[in-house]
């Protein structure tokens, strides 16, 4: 089936219908109005997956989705022309530009934790930019995954779009084709194994990865808000979240503050009883739920610590001083757990930072701005924020996506429509001259080519 599937769309691509810019827009078009309409749906599918909290489904999947969708509407004729450069004065007389083409059949595969967002945004930049696409959602989100199936299928006809749903083995099927690009988000684990399977082709790929991130507070910082930011970015979606803050460096004088505040804002946000909110979701697999679990085995919990097996329930957690060659300070977290670890001098933080590879996300709260440049410039992440978590993902001008380990590739906006195009330079010359210079047999002195510099 994948196999025929990669063919009807291959087929569909070359009768160029998907280079009509206009045929693009009615399509996304449709696809806006389907996602509107089906709105609550989305909302019900995400909340039956891990009790997603409506008001975390509408700001976090759908209406995010449709922001982008209406953004890519409004630009994608603009982003569609070809953009003149300066034509270069050897090829006199000359007009030069860079044209965005698609670049065909572009595989999507998307993770649980924002299961509609994440399989929704870079489809929008893969068919503005012109391409034919197959979806593949994770199949531990499956409700949302059968949503995004009937969605697809209502608006797109299949050899345009398609969702593929299925586990592992489907995931393999998928990459054993040949993609024009691939587009994953997921674990750097995956990450490697899809790398590894576009490499036979040489396709081009995005990857969307994890990492450990890192939040610092030093003693300059305003803790009370430092201590709300923090909270929010890290118990939304339960810390499912991959620019999550994982894990906090603070500075030892204002540790206790921070942990006093930290432990106010969960209260104020969840109540005293926080398995009964209906503001905070669940862990979204028994096997990620079993990881975390074990994670907290055996250490010294500030708050939280809490966990309920059957709808899968950790409770937001704080755990101190956490040793470093703990399974919680391995890797990614992932979860609603966030270890506190305080430092004295500056110079110890890069002993944790510099431990793990580059990092998607990097926070840093502190009223320092020498401090906060040092930092920003010191190390190398996807992303960051000072003074706040996760809203660097709002923009859509800041291209979204790791580094090194963390991921290739930055998305959002007009950067998911460049992603998915390959820009095509063409040098359009006239004919009325023709300066023989750079023609055989050579007669300018090898001193005048050196002056001239840019013969060609
Ligand atoms: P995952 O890597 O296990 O799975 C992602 C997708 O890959 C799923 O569709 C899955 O079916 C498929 N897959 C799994 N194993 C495969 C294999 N061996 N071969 C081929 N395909 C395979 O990730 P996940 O557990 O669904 O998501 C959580 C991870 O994703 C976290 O590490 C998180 O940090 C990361 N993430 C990153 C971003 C980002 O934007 N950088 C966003 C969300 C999540």
Redesign the pocket.
């Known amino acids: 089936m994948v196999k025929q599937l990669v063919a009807a769309q291959n087929d569909f691509f070359a009768t160029q219908k998907t280079k009509d810019v206009s045929f693009r827009k009615q399509y996304l078009k449709k696809l806006q109005q389907e996602i509107i309409d089906q709105e609550d749906a989305i909302c019900d599918a995400l909340y039956a997956d891990f009790k997603k909290p409506k008001f975390e489904s509408l700001a976090t999947e759908t209406q995010f989705a449709l922001s982008e969708l209406k953004h890519a509407i409004k630009n994608v004729e603009s982003w569609s022309e070809p953009e003149r450069v300066s034509a270069s004065w050897s090829n006199f007389p000359s007009k030069e530009w860079i044209q965005p083409e698609p670049y065909g059949n572009v595989l999507i595969?998307?993770?649980?934790?924002?299961p509609f967002m994440?399989a929704i945004s870079p489809l929008i930049g893969a068919l503005a930019a012109g391409n034919t696409a197959i979806l593949?959602?994770?199949?531990?989100s499956t409700h949302t995954s059968k949503i995004l199936a009937r969605i697809i299928r209502k608006v797109f006809p299949p050899e345009y779009v398609t969702v593929v749903e299925g586990?592992?083995e489907v995931?393999?099927q998928l990459?054993a084709e040949k993609w024009e690009y691939i587009f994953?988000?997921?674990?750097?684990?995956?990450?490697k194994?899809?790398y590894k399977s576009a490499a036979k082709h040489l396709t081009p790929v995005t990857l969307?990865?994890?990492?450990k991130n890192p939040c610092i507070v030093d003693d300059t910082a305003s803790i009370k808000l430092a201590a709300k930011r923090i909270a929010w970015g890290k118990f939304i979606n339960a810390g499912q979240t991959?620019?999550a803050p994982d894990y906090i460096l603070v500075h030892k004088n204002v540790k206790d503050g921070l942990v006093k505040h930290l432990k106010q804002h969960i209260t104020d946000f969840y109540g005293e009883n926080m398995e009964t909110s209906r503001d905070f979701a669940r862990i979204a697999t028994d096997k990620?739920y079993e990881e975390l679990k074990a994670m907290l085995q055996g250490q010294p919990v500030l708050f939280g610590g809490t966990f309920t097996d059957k709808d899968r329930y950790i409770a937001p957690t704080l755990v101190d001083e956490p040793e470093l060659d703990s399974t919680i300070m391995q890797g990614?977290i992932?979860g609603p757990i966030l270890p506190i670890i305080s430092y004295t001098e500056e110079s110890e933080l890069d002993t944790y930072i510099s431990k793990y590879p580059k990092s998607?996300a990097f926070y840093v709260f502190s009223e320092n701005k020498t401090f906060q440049k040092r930092l920003m410039n010191s190390y190398s992440f996807?992303g960051g924020a000072i003074n706040d978590t996760v809203v660097h993902i709002s923009n859509k001008d800041l291209p979204?996506?790791?580094v090194g380990a963390?991921?290739i590739g930055g998305y959002h906006g007009k950067h998911t429509f460049g992603l998915f195009s390959h820009h095509k330079s063409v040098a359009k010359r006239g004919t009325w001259l023709d300066v023989p210079l750079r023609y055989a047999p050579y007669s300018i002195s090898m001193d005048l080519v050196k002056k001239i510099k840019h013969l060609f």
């Open positions: 595969i998307s993770p649980w934790n924002y994440l593949k959602p994770s199949e531990f586990g592992v995931s393999q990459l994953f988000t997921g674990s750097t684990k995956v990450g194994i899809v969307e990865l994890s990492g991959c620019i990620h990614e992932f998607l996807g979204f996506g790791g963390s991921g």
